[in-house]
């Protein structure tokens, strides 16, 4: 089982070792601190979806989109939405479940292919933020900076994208010692370039195969790697800084968290995040009546078919106990 945060204590960092005591290597390709190349690779893994992101408009407008291509983007968009939700965040971060060896791969490997880091990485920065929400220590609070307006603009562009090129990174040992110590997930985890290339090059491939032409693998490349990189990186951050900042709060819980309703179906489920951070190993986090989860319905399935088991659904109790005594008096 995955280490709940809350257990996660403010000792020195321990290293970790094989069974022979000798010191294991790095989670991640640059280790523990991000250096001028990872830097440098950060920055193009996001300007250029971006980029394409913005050219998305003007280019449908003029040339149109294929099925193919909004097929493909929708595909990948989904796979690696889910491989981040269910995968990084609910089993890797929290242990919302247990998931047979085939899955837990499977998991891995998807969500490294939404291409937001490396595995190990992305778990110890999101068991960190936990430990401290919206507190001195958190990654990306967007209150890092105070409460006044300006101060929160400035909040919500660092916990957005900002952060990410902080020099103080979390400790991988500290944070995630159960992934470092695991050697299928640690090589998953510095495999990132690998998984990245994949999952750029599989659309065009496909686009290429299905109409036969450059001209698809390049439309395919575009819609299906690109565009879609941009619009899961953007989503995937709201959920740091937009359900950070706004949002209802109907659940106790001692930071800002909130519910954003319009990102849920994009974000597969995170932006309710209110509850998320009230009871932070909950297989689901849409709790209440009309409240779109797609991850949790994955995990369902996942469970009916004897992938995953004990699975940490929330009880009408716990839900209850968890709620603000208004919001309990209003339901």
Same mark, same amino acid.
């Given at each position: 089982?995955?280490?709940?945060?809350?257990?996660?204590?403010?000792?020195?960092?321990?290293?970790?070792?094989?069974?022979?005591?000798?010191?294991?290597?790095?989670?991640?390709?640059?280790?523990?601190?991000?250096?001028?190349?990872?830097? *440098?690779?950060?920055?193009?893994?996001?300007?250029?979806?971006?980029?394409? *992101?913005?050219?998305?408009?003007?280019?449908?407008?003029?040339?149109?989109?294929?099925?193919?291509?909004?097929?493909?983007?929708?595909?990948?968009?989904?796979?690696?939405?889910?491989?981040?939700?269910?995968?990084?965040?609910?089993?890797?971060? @929290?242990?919302?479940?247990?998931?047979?060896?085939?899955?837990?791969?499977? *998991? #891995?490997?998807?969500?490294?292919?939404?291409?937001?880091?490396?595995?190990?990485?992305?778990?110890?920065?999101?068991?960190? @933020?936990?430990?401290?929400?919206?507190?001195?220590?958190?990654?990306?609070?967007?209150?890092?900076?105070?409460?006044?307006?300006?101060?929160?603009?400035?909040?919500?562009?660092?916990?957005?994208?900002?952060?990410?090129?902080? !020099?103080?990174?979390? %400790?991988? !040992?500290?944070?995630?010692?159960?992934?470092?110590?695991?050697?299928? /997930?640690?090589? /998953?985890?510095?495999?990132?370039?690998?998984?990245?290339?994949? %999952?750029?090059?599989?659309?065009?491939?496909?686009?290429?195969?299905?109409?036969?032409?450059?001209?698809?693998?390049?439309?395919?490349?575009?819609?299906?790697?690109?565009?879609?990189?941009?619009?899961?990186?953007?989503?995937?951050?709201?959920?740091?800084?937009?359900?950070?900042?706004?949002?209802?709060?109907?659940?106790?819980? =001692?930071?800002?968290?909130?519910?954003?309703?319009?990102?849920?179906? *994009?974000?597969?489920?995170?932006?309710?995040?209110?509850?998320?951070?009230?009871?932070?190993?909950?297989?689901?986090?849409?709790?209440? =009546?009309?409240?779109?989860? %797609?991850?949790? =319905?994955?995990?369902?399935?996942?469970?009916?078919?004897?992938? #995953? @088991?004990?699975?940490?659904?929330?009880?009408?109790?716990?839900?209850?106990?968890?709620?603000?005594?208004?919001?309990?008096?209003?339901?």
């Amino acid at each position: 089982m995955t280490p709940s945060p809350d257990l996660i204590d403010d000792a020195p960092d321990a290293s970790s070792s094989d069974s022979t005591g000798a010191p294991l290597p790095s989670a991640t390709l640059g280790g523990e601190q991000k250096r001028s190349l990872e830097q *440098l690779a950060l920055l193009l893994f996001i300007t250029v979806p971006f980029l394409a *992101l913005v050219a998305a408009v003007p280019l449908a407008w003029g040339w149109g989109v294929s099925w193919l291509d909004l097929g493909l983007m929708v595909f990948f968009y989904y796979l690696g939405c889910h491989g981040i939700t269910i995968g990084f965040h609910r089993y890797f971060t @929290h242990g919302s479940f247990k998931a047979k060896r085939p899955l837990r791969i499977a *998991l #891995a490997v998807a969500g490294s292919m939404a291409v937001e880091g490396p595995l190990v990485r992305w778990v110890a920065d999101h068991r960190k @933020h936990h430990k401290f929400s919206d507190a001195e220590g958190d990654p990306h609070s967007p209150w890092r900076f105070g409460e006044t307006l300006p101060a929160l603009m400035k909040g919500l562009w660092w916990a957005h994208i900002a952060w990410m090129f902080d !020099e103080e990174q979390t %400790s991988q !040992e500290k944070y995630a010692p159960d992934l470092v110590n695991d050697p299928a /997930i640690r090589a /998953i985890s510095r495999q990132f370039i690998f998984w990245t290339m994949l %999952s750029l090059a599989l659309p065009a491939l496909i686009g290429g195969l299905a109409t036969m032409s450059w001209w698809g693998a390049f439309t395919g490349f575009f819609w299906g790697s690109l565009v879609r990189v941009a619009l899961l990186h953007h989503v995937t951050w709201s959920i740091n800084s937009i359900c950070h900042a706004v949002g209802k709060r109907p659940f106790k819980s =001692r930071d800002k968290s909130g519910n954003v309703w319009w990102l849920a179906v *994009l974000s597969c489920g995170e932006s309710w995040h209110n509850l998320h951070h009230a009871d932070p190993t909950s297989a689901r986090h849409g709790v209440m =009546r009309g409240q779109v989860d %797609s991850s949790a =319905r994955l995990i369902r399935w996942f469970e009916q078919l004897g992938w #995953a @088991h004990d699975v940490r659904w929330p009880s009408k109790e716990r839900i209850a106990s968890r709620r603000k005594p208004q919001a309990a008096d209003a339901a």
